[in-house]
């Protein structure tokens, strides 16, 4: 019994391997000089990478003024815009996305702390309204910094295109 029992386990596994070994993978790289993919499917699982904010008023040279990007509320909608976007150029939409992260600098505005209310007010928008009711599974923890010295916030998703 127990040799039989160990066989059929040792089939499992092996048809769980074949299985996995027949996922497909495709990086998404819109431009060959950016260190990394935008995202990466494997499968029908797309991981998007971290999202920064685009400025909202761009840097003027002529005038030797930095780009604007805003408060922590004012960055994780630009952010969430941004993967809204990149999950529509890949046929998803937000209603996709089942885990997220969020990675917060502290905000000089707040004392160096992270602005939780304000990414809260900016994910409101976009999870758990009456047009998209889904909320995916969600982490958020406070970083030393970001990649970007401006950068408040950083969001990166998992999002699963349904059968």
């Not at 769980?16 to 996922?23: F, N, P």
């Not at 935008?38 to 909202?56: E, F, H, I, K, M």
């Not at 040279?61 to 780009?67: I, L, M, Q, V």
């Not at 702390?113 to 009711?133: E, N, S, V, W």
Request: charged share 20%; aromatic share 6%.
């Amino acid at each position: 019994m127990k040799i039989r029992c160990g066989v059929m386990a040792a089939a499992l596994l092996a048809v769980a391997c074949g299985v996995q070994a027949q996922v497909v993978v495709k990086h998404l790289q819109p431009n060959e000089k950016l260190p990394i993919a935008n995202g990466v499917w494997a499968g029908d699982t797309l991981y998007l990478s971290g999202q920064l904010a685009s400025p909202v008023t761009p840097a003027d040279e002529a005038k030797g003024t930095a780009a604007v990007y805003g408060d922590t509320k004012t960055q994780a909608t630009s952010a969430l815009n941004k993967i809204q976007a990149l999950l529509k150029e890949q046929g998803l939409d937000m209603k996709d996305v089942v885990k997220m992260t969020v990675f917060l600098g502290g905000d000089p505005a707040n004392g160096n702390k992270m602005d939780f209310p304000g990414l809260q007010a900016a994910y409101t928008q976009f999870f758990g309204t009456k047009d998209q009711p889904n909320k995916p599974a969600r982490s958020t923890v406070q970083v030393a910094a970001l990649a970007a010295p401006w950068a408040l916030v950083e969001i990166e998703v998992i999002a699963v295109r349904g059968k």
